[in-house]
């Protein structure tokens, strides 16, 4: 099973930027669809942003479309979340998955789709 590993996280006041990264090991990542998640106390994880094993197609829920960006570096083994104009509705847990994909070039975004979590990342916008 892979290993994931979130980084990036922080304290960012409205309208910044972050970028999170997620480290895989373990496995070969293109063969992964991944997804970043967040979290807020008493809520359920939201798929944020979703990506196919080679990148081909991506998916983001309508609150980030524009906001946010994600992509990865299967060479490096690493996916990233660009996230822009932050507001502090985006105050979260983020969290990246991995869903084993080998003959899939689909993204997933639903929590049962994927069987591998990282620890998650903090993320908080200050107003």
């Known amino acids: 099973q892979v290993q994931l590993v979130e980084s990036g996280g922080g304290l960012v006041q409205a309208g910044g930027s972050l970028r999170l990264s997620c480290a895989a090991s373990?496995?070969?990542?293109?063969?992964?669809?991944m997804g970043w998640f967040r979290q807020t106390p008493g809520n359920a994880r939201e798929c944020v942003a979703a990506?196919?094993?080679?990148?081909?197609?991506?998916y983001y829920t309508d609150s980030v479309k524009g906001r946010f960006a994600i992509s990865r570096d299967n060479a490096k083994n690493t996916v990233y979340l660009q996230m822009n104009s932050l507001n502090p509705e985006d105050t979260a847990i983020y969290y990246c998955?991995?869903?084993?994909?080998?003959?899939?070039?689909?993204?997933?975004?639903?929590?049962?789709?994927?069987?591998?979590w990282g620890q998650g990342t903090q993320v908080t916008v200050s107003s």
């Open positions: 998955a991995a869903r084993y994909a080998p003959y899939s070039d689909n993204y997933y975004y639903t929590e049962e789709d994927f069987a591998s």
């Open positions: 373990g496995r070969t990542l293109s063969n992964y669809a």
């Open positions: 990506i196919s094993r080679r990148g081909g197609v991506t």
